[in-house]
């Protein structure tokens, strides 16, 4: 095998159904970049359409790109491809995980391992560097996580990384986590490695990543970068006056100040100035407990952990002493929706109960957390909250839960604000007991099971994008279409903050605009929050932007939470950042020189196949009237004081349906797919190298006319 920099060349395959172990050669399909471009290529070669998530036949890829194990910042992620369960039509999809798992596997020798078949028994897949074995799982089944892991380990020693199920995966839960670490989470496959009969996948790697630039040159190009890096979700100005900072925005992630702590370190550690010319004190501006959890939890963060190669360390670890009561261990992580998600099922909020005071909503928080993490259940972005809360205060549980059943379910808990009724409803979720679990088939599946029709869809608060069953993730509060039809173009939630990590940067909106005009060629690509105007070609270079960038992030693999880095917190640049990184450190790693068009183009290759994967799953070319189409809720006016509230009037972010249906055409117009349908052209695949791709459409009549 010829020399690599960056890729390993390796492919681990593992047939379950026969036990077989095979080797494939990464480099057949470096056009698709590593990760998730990978992910998608074999799942369209090898995966039939109408294959079911769970049959033998479909195949599950973790896989990492040419950037990860390499030490570049904030490269430490894993893409896992696979067909989704919750998908109405089960197109492909991808889900992410942050943690060290994807480096280990690096460091083992592989680039992406691919599961294929389905095991005779539960197994779980042990790889310690080339040695890989199919091992028994049955002393295994049916634990947590949690216990999982450690289990493991006691067999490979605690350098290993556990990739994992709980009984939520086994049980084939649509809305299942993988998840390794201490919280790090990819939602909506789980269910697939259950069906596969495989409990977890360990790795342990004694190699090494080979990098084709030399070492000098990438750790200059590893300052650089840090020079321009932001906090989480790559905002650049902090929550609060500083005094090297000529901007403050409460809202802001970047909540290191003086006399801010991580309250439960011993001794105690404070954030501090993090002026950004202190390289050293990155890893204190995102203080993200205080920004997930309110001000009470600095006396309960131990400290701020995240994912292998990262600076900005956005997981809040704490320590909540009251978990001892309800038999959980006191110390818990996560971040963002990690934290929030889960409790969302308590939608009075957590009130005061069990003597846990004014710290109560931390604590329900962190009781939540526990129960999905261990579970293996995933929240799907806050969906499964949303969800329990019309269903149970519109009736519709008393209707279609079975009398004892219904009668059975703690519901003066949920009344009450007692998080103990979370112990409660994902034991019943995860277990399967009964009929409530089948909340967690995706909503798309249970409104068809429980006759939701179009009230459920179009009620605002439900946060449902289209009937796909997707909710809302950054879509039309970020930056009006830009958001908005960002949010149109996956099968799941859309997964991307490549434009919200711009749009909330929290830089005064006349920088932004400066910027932005920079970037997409007008400053009309950016509007005020709130202060929306109509679509034009400007905010639709900036959709197709923001959708490239995100599918190149998660095949290089980048976070996507922090790349690009079109912004920075440097007066002294004006603020701006560099879109051209990802390239520079490609061209640095691989040795393959791209231009930043050039991998732009091949990130476009990735969009294009997903397009394509989902024409072929949905067997029809309309994509504009069965993907695209979104819920009626979004172009449905506010009202204020009983009169409706005029889209494009300051002080709303509901859009107009006339002008979102001309962004749709605008935003095909820029992949060159047609304007009617959404559906990739013949000529537009063809230009991304895709002819075999147009080869098969085109013989099952899929292409447009």
Not at 71 to 83: A, E, K, M, Y
Request: aromatic residues 10%; contains cysteine.
């Amino acid at each position: 095998m010829a020399q690599t920099f960056g890729w390993t060349g390796k492919i681990l395959r593992v047939d379950l159904t026969n036990g077989k172990v095979s080797i494939d050669d990464t480099m057949k399909y470096k056009d698709f970049i590593g990760g998730e471009g990978i992910g998608y290529k074999i799942l369209w070669d090898e995966v039939p359409a109408g294959t079911h998530p769970y049959d033998p036949e479909n195949k599950l890829i973790f896989g990492a790109g040419p950037l990860c194990g390499s030490g570049v910042p904030c490269s430490g992620r894993t893409t896992i491809v696979s067909l989704l369960p919750t998908s109405s039509h089960h197109g492909a999809g991808s889900s992410h995980m942050g943690g060290y798992f994807s480096v280990e596997m690096k460091y083992a020798g592989w680039d992406a391992i691919v599961l294929e078949g389905k095991a005779p028994k539960p197994v779980w897949i042990r790889i310690e560097d080339d040695k890989v074995k199919i091992e028994d799982a049955r002393w295994l089944w049916g634990k947590g996580i949690f216990d999982t892991m450690a289990m493991i380990d006691s067999q490979m020693g605690k350098e290993a990384q556990v990739a994992a199920i709980g009984p939520a995966g086994e049980n084939q839960l649509n809305m299942a986590v993988i998840r390794t670490g201490t919280s790090h989470s990819a939602g909506g496959h789980g269910g697939i490695l259950g069906a596969k009969n495989v409990k977890a996948v360990a790795v342990k790697g004694t190699g090494s990543v080979k990098v084709a630039a030399d070492r000098s040159k990438l750790m200059e190009l590893d300052k650089y970068m840090m020079s321009i890096i932001g906090a989480n979700n790559q905002m650049v100005v902090p929550s609060s006056p500083q005094p090297w900072a000529e901007f403050s925005d409460k809202g802001s992630r970047w909540t290191g100040r003086p006399g801010l702590y991580w309250g439960a370190a011993n001794p105690p550690v404070e954030t501090g100035t993090c002026d950004p010319h202190d390289m050293q004190s990155v890893g204190f501006r995102t203080m993200k407990a205080v920004f997930d959890l309110g001000a009470g939890a600095e006396k309960y963060t131990v400290r701020m952990g995240g994912c292998a190669h990262c600076p900005i360390r956005c997981h809040s670890q704490l320590k909540v002493p009251q978990l001892e009561k309800y038999g959980m261990d006191p110390f818990v992580s996560n971040t963002c929706v990690g934290w929030s998600g889960p409790r969302g099922v308590m939608y009075n909020g957590i009130k005061e109960f069990d003597g846990n005071g004014e710290d109560s909503s931390i604590v329900g928080n962190a009781i939540g957390t526990t129960m999905v993490d261990d579970l293996g259940v995933w929240c799907n972005y806050g969906q499964i909250g949303r969800d329990v809360k019309y269903l149970y205060t519109k009736g519709i549980f008393k209707k279609v839960l079975p009398a004892e059943e219904y009668a059975s379910i703690p519901w003066d808990k949920l009344e009450k604000g007692d998080a103990t009724f979370l112990i409660d409803f994902y034991d019943r979720v995860a277990h399967k007991k009964g009929e409530i679990w089948h909340i967690a088939d995706g909503s798309a599946w249970f409104a068809q099971r429980w006759g939701l029709g179009d009230e459920y869809w179009d009620y605002k608060d439900n946060k449902l994008w289209t009937r796909g069953g997707y909710p809302v993730h950054h879509s039309n509060e970020a930056g009006a279409q830009v958001g908005a039809l960002i949010s149109c173009l996956t099968n799941r939630d859309s997964q991307n903050h490549s434009h919200m990590n711009f749009i909330g940067s929290k830089l005064p909106i006349a920088i932004q605009k400066e910027i932005a005009g920079e970037i997409f060629g007008s400053p009309d690509a950016l509007d005020a929050p709130m202060d929306y105007t109509k679509m034009n070609e400007y905010k639709a270079r900036f959709i197709k932007y923001a959708v490239v960038r995100g599918r190149l992030h998660d095949s290089l693999t980048l976070c996507n939470w922090m790349w690009p880095m079109a912004v920075s917190p440097l007066k002294e640049r004006k603020y701006r950042g560099d879109t051209s990184l990802e390239s520079q450190f490609f061209s640095a790693v691989t040795g393959v020189a791209k231009t930043e068009a050039e991998l732009d183009k091949d990130a476009e290759r990735v969009v294009t196949l997903l397009r394509a994967l989902t024409v072929r799953s949905m067997g029809t070319v309309d994509m504009r009237n069965t993907h695209d189409a979104m819920n009626k809720w979004i172009y449905t006016p506010d009202k204020k004081d009983g009169k409706e509230i005029a889209q494009f009037t300051k002080g709303t972010i509901q859009m107009e349906k006339s002008d979102l249906d001309l962004g749709l055409g605008m935003v095909y117009k820029q992949f060159g797919w047609d304007e009617k349908t959404g559906a990739p052209t013949k000529a537009a695949l063809e230009a991304v190298g895709l002819k075999d791709v147009a080869e098969e459409l085109g013989a099952k009549g899929l292409l447009p006319a």
